[in-house]
């Protein structure tokens, strides 16, 4: 999706002075530390609001059930096998629970087929699924593991050959039971489903028995795998075992979403760099950029909570990188365990641990004081009681993995790296080159490794532990260049030519603004949903001392992808970014100053006026100048700032703001009346037009359709809110007058103070007017289309994560095309007019003396007077005179006498298209927005 690209501006030299800084030979990142005359107080401006307030002040997401692949996939394994042992005779399976071989799969199959055994369809749905996911590993470079679960895969197509061919089976009462354990753990799943909102609109069981199958993945025939004689897995064993078919399936899914990300950055700029468009039209492409980060990187978190629930011994990535590079060493420990410690048997889980953390020991600095490179060992011979020759073999296990994780990801402090690679080399005859453990994935693997980018996270770590919590974190100038080249080459194309990036400007700064910057100061309502990278990131520099989690590591990643993939449009991106962002916040402030000059107005005493502009005001320290300019306007911290000003400042906050004094809902019934009536065109008054067909789908101003003609006052006092029957005697009294009847003798206010006691108005819902904002902010992923994928496309992506994070982006982005012109209004000064246009035709209708003695007779707000004499003669005449245009009042003499003209339905309309009409643009949309349909290449994300 794609839009334009902004013109160049100059970005602010960055500043990186400090007394100390920098990282030391070696790995160490410790002779990096805080100055003390840095003044942290710089880092923000202005008071901070009460977010708790606000109408977003919780999220609706809960945290802690995400039902992912994982779930998915090991729940129909074990659905599978277990039908498969209670569905045939108790001498075929010949064991009890999962003790039973895998080997018994062959005999149950070849029963069911001799008894034509009448097959649950969910169970062949089950199976097909287990096959697709453990497929899937055993295609990738890591193969299918070890030859126990080769051999569960080759049962598993067996006994879909077998399967498939046997009836269906109906059902009956015989299996109610069944079928309602069934039901409830599937409403269980539904409900926890529901409140994640996924897969719900896409994932259909039933379109599956329709579809043509790959007959690669599941053929019509296959040979009868030969059973293991020695040692026989057990189902036990193959589900206690599968960590590292689940890690490789968990890395291959980090890299083809990370593939979705990065194609929508690339289209960013191929977009832009073949459509001359407005300067500040690319802000959509970033928005939909940061939306697709977003949608990946709460994936990954899901992710990541369930393979750690899945394996409860894979909570860092150095311990999944060990289940997945060190097998053979594994079974090595294994052995010498059983061997020389006094304990028989040594659970796979511990060595991987173990393993896992000695590899964590080359992440940390070696000077950090948490580093267990002096205690680890110890601690594991004594607790498996190995004894000298053992824990002999063990050292030098121990050193192994730490010489062999620096080579594998080396970094420029790391002293005789390259030596220690060559003697390598000569013992063994085989290269032993970096970033070799996770090839053939193109973007967290090879020169964009993501555990590169784990261990210079972990490095820093130490830095930012090191270094006070009341000092900024400022980095030594002397030390710039000593992770690589201290300036940006012409054409990035290496994640590691960024280290010195990330060491010496992006972490430190990032760090400063999560102690003393926005994300220091406030919990900001949905920062879940708007900025998880930000989230991550405060999590990170609160727990220095922590092991860093996949999902830091992959919002990093695609921060740094994200600058890669826009290379030489970077400056461009930096500069629109905050041309953008400042022109919001300049916006808001001309139109709060010139708020106080309008005396009729009660907007500046409103509480709910001035509660969300200065919580949309404070927004602003998202963007100080205390920061370098790609630590802040990188696409992703630059998108992400925008997006949380978009979605959260502009559209929730603004909701409540632009029609706080009730302007909205007048204006908007004003217009939609003359629209109705044929005396305007929507086309006549553009930014109306903007707004008429943002809010026509808002309930809290139409209660459902748009009103016809003989419905304007009723629906508009129910807008007000008036209730139905009490609506409708004000729209009775309105067709009186308008038909040329006399006011009642209790005047021109009475009836209407009256009924408008106790009246309460319904609250604009942001989720009404905008579907992208729904999809954002509220996950609500209900009614998902997916109009991008083939047949081919759904069947092949089953399940799998990146088809949800497609089908969400795509959808949530097509939402957002239709909606732009919406999202480039800026709502406060868009507020304010629509209130100045309220006072202005108040004067120049010659009501404002009339307002006046209605306030002081009646002890209300002036508004209310005014929208009694609006709905009962102006809305009035729109809706029941034979002429509207034409119309003139009899028998109203106060009314007459006070108008300036003796056509107010003409005077007025021609007032509202001249006022609105004169209001410059630039002073109501902060950026630019181009109209859908203008054939700009859109990049399905696939």
């Known amino acids: 999706r794609s839009r334009s690209m902004g013109k ?27 100055s003390s005359s840095s003044d942290p107080s710089t880092c923000i401006k202005g008071k ?22 994982y779930a998915r996939y ?54 097909k699924l287990c096959i697709r996911m453990r497929r899937r590993v055993a295609d990738s470079i890591f193969g299918g593991g070890d030859s126990g679960h080769r051999y569960f895969l080759e049962a598993c197509v067996f006994c879909w050959t077998v399967l498939r061919l046997l009836p269906v089976a109906e059902i009956t009462s015989a299996n109610t039971a069944e079928q309602t354990s069934r039901k409830e753990s599937a409403e269980e799943e539904e409900n926890n489903m529901h409140n994640a ?87 959509e492409n970033l928005l939909d950029a940061t939306i697709a980060a977003n949608f990946a990187l709460q994936s990954v978190q899901q992710l990541e909570m369930e393979l750690q629930a899945q394996h409860e011994h894979l909570t860092t990535p150095c311990r999944l990188l060990a289940t997945l590079a060190l097998p053979e060493i594994t079974a090595n420990v294994d052995a010498i365990v059983r061997q020389h410690g006094s304990k028989s048997c040594i659970k796979r889980s511990e060595i991987i641990a173990f393993l896992g953390d000695c590899m964590q020991c080359s992440f940390h600095n070696q000077s950090d004081s948490w580093n267990r490179k002096d205690s680890i060992l110890s601690e594991f011979v004594a607790q498996h009681e190995v004894n000298a020759t053992g824990s002999a073999e063990l050292e030098q296990i121990f050193q192994g993995v730490m010489r062999i994780t620096v080579l594998e990801i080396p970094i420029k402090p790391d002293v005789g790296v390259e030596k220690m690679r060559q003697e390598l080399v000569r013992k ?51 030390r710039r260049g000593m992770f690589g080249n201290p300036n940006l080459p012409g054409r990035l194309t290496k994640i590691r030519d960024m280290d010195e990036l990330l060491m010496s400007r992006l972490l430190p700064d990032w760090t400063n603004m999560c102690r003393h910057g926005i994300m220091g100061k406030i919990k900001l309502p949905r920062d879940s949903e708007l900025c998880p990278f930000f989230v991550q990131l405060k999590s990170y520099v609160d727990n220095p001392r922590k092991p860093v989690t996949w999902s830091l590591a992959f919002g990093v990643h695609v921060a740094l992808t994200s600058m890669l993939e826009v290379n030489h449009a970077l400056p461009e991106i930096v500069g629109t970014s905050k041309l953008v962002f400042d022109n919001y916040f300049a916006q808001a ?37 205390v920061y370098d300019d ?69 309930k809290a101003l139409w209660q459902g359709s748009l009103p016809k003609r003989g419905e304007l006052v009723k629906m508009f006092w129910i807008s007000f809110g008036l209730g139905l029957s009490d609506s409708k005697k004000m729209s009775e009294n309105a067709l009186l007058l308008a038909r040329g009847g006399r006011l009642p003798p209790d005047g021109l206010f009475a009836q209407g103070v009256r009924l408008c006691r106790g009246r309460r108005m319904q609250p604009i819902e942001p989720a009404e007017i905008s579907t992208s904002f729904r999809r954002v902010c509220e996950r609500d992923f209900h009614d998902v289309v997916d109009k991008y994928h083939t047949p081919e496309q759904k069947k092949n992506t089953r399940g799998m994560e990146q088809y949800t994070v497609a089908v969400h982006t795509n959808d949530t982005l097509d939402h957002l095309e239709d909606e732009i012109q919406l999202h480039a209004v800026n709502f406060i000064p868009t507020a304010y007019y629509l209130e100045q246009f309220v006072c202005s035709i108040t004067r120049v209708l010659g009501w404002e003396d009339l307002l006046k003695s209605f306030k002081r007779d009646n002890n209300t707000d002036m508004r209310q007077g005014f929208a009694i004499l609006f709905a009962q003669h102006l809305l009035g005449a729109l809706d029941f005179a034979a002429n509207p245009l034409n119309h003139t009042f009899q028998n109203v003499p106060g009314f007459i006498a006070l108008s300036p003209c003796p056509n107010i339905v003409a005077f007025t309309s021609s007032f509202l298209e001249s006022f609105f009409g004169k209001i410059p643009p630039p002073n109501v949309m902060w950026f630019q927005a181009v109209d859908s349909g203008d054939g700009t290449k859109v990049a399905v994300v696939k």
């Open 8 to 34: 160049k501006s100059k970005g602010r030299k960055a500043s990186n002075k400090g007394k100390r800084g920098g990282v030391g030979g070696g790995g160490s990142a410790k002779n990096a530390s805080s």
């Open 74 to 127: 090991k729940s129909a394994t074990r659905q599978f096998l277990d039908y498969m042992r209670t569905n045939v005779p108790n001498e075929i399976v010949g064991a009890d629970g999962e003790n039973v071989p895998v080997n018994f799969l062959l005999a149950a199959a070849d029963w069911m087929h001799v008894h034509n055994h009448a097959v649950d369809p969910a169970v062949l749905r089950s199976l």
């Open 589 to 625: 402030t001309n139109a709060a100053k010139l708020s106080l000059n309008e005396k009729s107005s009660n907007i500046n005493s409103s509480a709910v006026w001035k509660h969300n502009l200065g919580m949309i005001s404070f927004l602003e320290n998202f963007g100080l100048p």
């Open 197 to 283: 909102n996924r897969f719900s609109a896409f994932d259909v069981e039933g379109e599956e028995e329709e579809e043509e199958e790959d007959t690669d993945m599941f053929p019509t025939m296959a040979p009868r795998p030969q059973p293991a004689a020695a040692n026989p897995m057990t189902v036990a064993d193959l589900l206690n075992s599968d960590d590292r078919n689940d890690a490789i399936l968990f890395l291959l899914t980090l890299d083809e979403i990370m593939g979705l990300v990065a194609g929508q950055y690339r289209v960013l700029v191929q977009n832009a760099t073949r459509h001359k468009r407005p300067d500040t039209a690319l802000i």
């Open 630 to 698: 790609l630590s802040l306007w990188n696409p992703l911290c630059a998108g992400t700032s925008i997006s949380v000003l978009n979605f959260f400042g502009n559209i929730e906050g603004g909701c409540a703001i632009i029609d706080c004094q009730a302007q909205l809902r007048i204006v908007m019934y004003l217009y939609h009346g003359l629209i109705i009536n044929g005396i305007i065109d929507e086309e006549d008054i553009p930014f109306l037009q903007i707004l008429y067909n943002g809010f026509k789908k808002c």
């Open 428 to 478: 063994t005859g085989k290269p032993h080159n970096s970033h070799s453990w996770l090839s053939r994935m193109n973007y967290i693997a090879g020169d964009r490794s993501i555990h590169h980018t784990v261990r210079i996270l972990q490095l820093f770590a130490g830095v930012i532990d090191s270094c006070p919590t009341d000092k900024k974190l400022l980095m030594d100038p002397r």
């Open 48 to 69: 901070v609001p009460d977010f708790g307030s606000s109408s977003s002040s919780t999220s609706r997401i809960p945290r802690g059930n995400y039902p992912t692949l």
